[in-house]
């Protein structure tokens, strides 16, 4: 989940998406990569300074395997907590050698067996945006409904054409979200029209509306899902992680 535009509900769209695969019994992980941690937060992870983290990982002093840890969410979803020392992490990996493809490696080896892998990255174009980049085979940009909502994103796709030919060839852009639509406003529906004009059936039919429940659950440690499951957000996750998980099931039963 990338967008270097911070706001646009690239946390809350990992934690949900991840809360609505795990109640169907899909085994999920979610590597906080902001060291902000609020992945972490909405899972119920712990994460202050000195917990095992990704941090560790990237730097290679721990395997992936040893930082994951179960979250209250559920059963069958895990987190890979962020802890403020990520904040460092962009000049530490400058020196380190094949510093791109850290993360990458780390989830090669990881021997836990999930079916889903979500990265949560943080809202810039640094090194750790670039390994998400690296490790993911597939992309989603949550956009918010409002005015200004694609600028800046040519910036994204350019570097991902950047690790597309050079890092990882496999990776595409698979999936556009819609968040923090407003059905009050012409604005809301005019962003909505331009983003399908744009990128066609790359978009979710689901929108996620503004919700207060989405912003609330946070603080209590808790995905919308848990928190208020009947709300209007949590619903549309529900929903948009149903698209997901069609669009990744093979009727043939060679798997996703």
């Known amino acids: 989940m990338a967008n270097q535009k911070g706001g646009v509900g690239k946390t809350t769209t990992t934690v949900n998406l991840a809360a609505a695969l795990a109640s169907h019994g899909i085994r999920v992980l979610v590597i906080d990569l902001d060291p902000q941690g609020n992945a972490s937060t909405a899972l119920g992870v712990d994460h202050h300074s000195g917990v095992p983290s990704i941090y560790e990982v990237l730097l290679g002093d721990r395997p992936l395997d040893e930082v994951i840890v179960a979250s ?39 021997k836990r067996e999930v079916d889903y892998v979500l990265i949560d990255c943080p809202p810039s174009l640094g090194l750790l945006t670039v390994n998400a980049l690296v490790a993911a085979r597939e992309l989603l940009i949550p956009i918010q409904c409002e005015y200004y909502a694609l600028e800046g994103l040519g910036m994204l796709l350019r570097n991902v054409e950047l690790v597309q030919a050079h890092l990882n060839q496999d990776l595409r852009l698979s999936t556009i979200l819609l968040t923090m639509y407003d059905s009050r406003t012409r604005l809301a529906d005019q962003v909505v029209h331009e983003v399908k004009e744009h990128f066609g059936d790359r978009v979710l039919a689901t929108t996620i509306p503004r919700n207060v429940r989405l912003a609330e659950a946070p603080s209590y440690g808790q995905s919308a899902l848990t928190y208020d499951p009947t709300s209007r957000g949590s619903l549309s996750y529900l929903a948009a992680a149903r698209e997901l998980a069609e669009r990744g099931f093979d009727p043939n039963g060679a798997g996703a």
């Open 72 to 110: 209250t969410e559920g059963p069958e979803l895990f987190c890979a907590p962020a802890t403020i020392d990520l904040a460092g992490a962009e000049i530490e990996l400058v020196s380190l050698v094949a510093r791109e493809n850290r993360l990458h490696r780390a989830i090669q080896s990881m």
